[in-house]
């Protein structure tokens, strides 16, 4: 008998119809004996229409009220889920983030969990209910409901799988049938991964391919829970996301990610001297802009060039916020570039195998591709290209490591 | 500074502009310097999609859920009416049912307040801030959400202000200006009272005259607290509802009730013995339905007739136990009507006046009206007479007891 943490995203629940056929679903695995704990997120389209509504009401809607707004979905969506599965003849019952309690900070729209009470939960599941739980929300130390910010509901079921000490969380997506290699629509040959480790998901996530919430994975790592990621509407094998095992390393590359939303600043002839680049940088980060890539080349003449990558939208703020660091510094001019990508490759084989990074230059190299920018991490190595060469770039480096579907036409 | 309580329904907070409208309203009396809690009832229309949406689900909507879904309608409605208020520059700050707490106890669909807590409104209240409270929800003692039913959110409005020992309650209505002496469909020269007792607007209330929620009344005659009903649209003065004064006592009736929701059961000849009534209406309370008026003729011959009246949806179901039960103990027959009406006068004025009983005897008389059943009270004097004849009773009676405007035409 198996303790089982299941999460339904929004497209999932976004029916009357849907809801029902979630609700039968879990019915078949919990009449095969297994405890069931199921999260929800909102009907599909209800968070949008609530922020709409919000706008109408308020320029800048508070974000303590918004959180109160959009809590509404997630209970609409475990209450309805309950009915239908009481309907049906077995026992369930809805929680609500303030009834278990799920604890969080009191950082409105993106609220992180802190800690997860069981008692109520594990009561419903020893009284042989099927226990429902809104995703996305929590409350703060002085009980205020808060939200956990989009995908929330990712890491609500993680979290709960991890204090309930479930024997695993499957999350259902609607859209995909596991984690693939990379993104199919860029890369037709794009594979379904059977398994994937925590770390190589992390490295995929935050790189752009956005199957599950970079906080899930971080919080399935810290407790290990396995993950499960499948789809919805097949019964087709998903992807396990667990802790890295021995066979995992035979494997070069894992996947090949990108991310389209980058721009490129670079400083030229910044004097050489210690604390620069903290002079340089206090400014962007005081702003609240998160600095991606960092490059600095090795110093001639007394000056040295930096150059950083920042996510797109916050291109010409950081630009003016440089220029004038620039000009105090004395540095000779700053350069800015929007129309660049980067492409990464993961596997936490490059930890045991050398010349993975050649093999990648030596492979962009030979369609063309010029490499502006490299960053290496353990198990993952990232270069900033011409936006034009992207997805060139990714279906070269899926073919380079042997990642290829071969029963699949271009 | 007044500590006022206002409460406004669905069609009030029915549109975006309407909401942003009260929210204006709500600081005009904020800026004059009075301390603001505001009850919302869920947007209009909200309430009927959600239960549309639950039997959509299932069939018969398990209760605990289907409370968890409807307070998502008075969540939504607080949480935009405080961003409304905080986009006007004021501060404002939403609770729910569980964060205040309002104790309630566990009857889902119907609960009863128990206990309102202070210690977070008076908080807020304390920070200048104004208190958006979501009516019609409350708390039980497991931490279950509950509902108080419909028209809760005039109960939940009267409870805070008993709790917070407000100066008065406001109870903003959509479709009237204040309480009339009838209902002015039936009778055009209806007038608006300026005061009503609590006593009377029971009686009132529960004849049919649905202004107010009959618990909420209740409510606010046992912590005395001044209750004044006005529009939502208008600054006309409303209706004062406050406990009984002198003055009061000088009007005979204040206003004329009535109800078309009745139905009539008789059991010819039945032995007259002790506990014969009993074993008559114990089926039949134990069905859970609500005997209204129940009129016992003197006996004569050792055997009585017996007369009572059911709401007209019980009717059938009342003549089915009913004829067992005069089968059973050897009555006559029984009989049922259900083209029947009841009329009522109420006002604290009969207390001391005598002939009131007369005077509308003989008014309905005088209009050729056959009075079928009476009923009294100390403050009300009820008729059951045939359905048809309800509108003409209704008018004779206002312009008998003086209450008619002469303003307006007929």
Redesign the interface.
């Known amino acids: 008998m198996a303790l089982i943490v299941q999460k339904y995203g929004g497209t999932s629940v976004g029916t009357?119809e849907k809801?029902?056929a979630v609700a039968t679903k879990v019915i078949d695995s919990y009449k095969k004996g297994d405890r069931m704990v199921v999260v929800l997120s909102a009907m599909a389209g209800k968070t949008d229409g609530?922020i709409k509504?919000?706008r109408?009401?308020?320029?800048?809607?508070?974000p303590?009220?918004?959180d109160?707004?959009l809590?509404?979905g997630e209970?609409?969506s475990?209450?309805?889920?309950?009915?239908?599965v009481?309907?049906m003849g077995f026992e369930?019952?809805?929680m609500?983030g303030?009834?278990i309690a799920i604890h969080t900070d009191h950082i409105f729209g993106r609220a992180k969990i802190n800690q997860v009470e069981t008692d109520?939960i594990l009561k419903a599941l020893d009284e042989k209910k099927i226990v429902a739980i809104a995703g996305f929300q929590g409350l703060d130390e002085k009980?205020?409901?808060t939200t956990l910010g989009r995908g929330g509901s990712d890491t609500t079921a993680v979290a709960i799988a991890a204090a309930v000490k479930a024997d695993r969380c499957e999350i259902f997506k609607d859209d995909v049938e596991g984690i693939y290699t990379t993104n199919p629509d860029v890369c037709p040959k794009a594979k379904k991964m059977d398994t994937i480790s925590y770390e190589e998901m992390l490295e995929m996530a935050s790189l752009g391919a956005k199957v599950l919430e970079i906080r899930a994975v971080e919080f399935a790592m810290k407790y290990n829970v396995p993950v499960y990621v499948r789809s919805t509407f097949s019964d087709k094998r998903g992807t396990m996301v667990v802790a890295e095992t021995k066979d995992m390393e035979k494997v070069l590359v894992s996947g090949v990610a990108y991310s389209k939303n980058e721009s490129r600043v670079t400083i030229r002839k910044v004097p050489d001297r210690p604390g620069i680049a903290s002079g340089i940088f206090q400014p962007v980060f005081e702003s609240g802009i998160v600095v991606d890539m960092i490059v600095q080349n090795t110093s001639e003449d007394g000056s040295t060039d930096i150059t950083f990558t920042v996510p797109k939208p916050d291109f010409y703020r950081t630009m003016k916020l440089v220029s004038q660091v620039a000009q105090d510094i004395g540095a000779e001019k700053v350069l800015g570039d929007e129309d660049i990508a980067k492409v990464s490759i993961v596997g936490v084989g490059m930890r045991t195998h050398a010349g993975v990074a050649n093999r990648m230059f030596a492979a962009l190299a030979a369609e063309n591709i010029n490499i502006m920018m490299i960053s290496t991490s353990e198990i993952k190595i990232s270069v900033v290209i011409e936006a034009k060469y992207l997805e060139l770039a990714v279906r070269t480096l899926h073919k380079t490591f042997g990642l290829d579907d071969e029963t699949k036409g271009e």
């Open positions: 009357v809801i029902k609530l509504l919000a109408q009401v308020a320029s800048e809607p508070d303590r009220e918004m109160v707004l809590a509404t209970q609409e475990v209450a309805l889920f309950s009915m239908a009481k309907d369930a019952q809805s609500l303030f009834q109520r009980g205020d409901i």
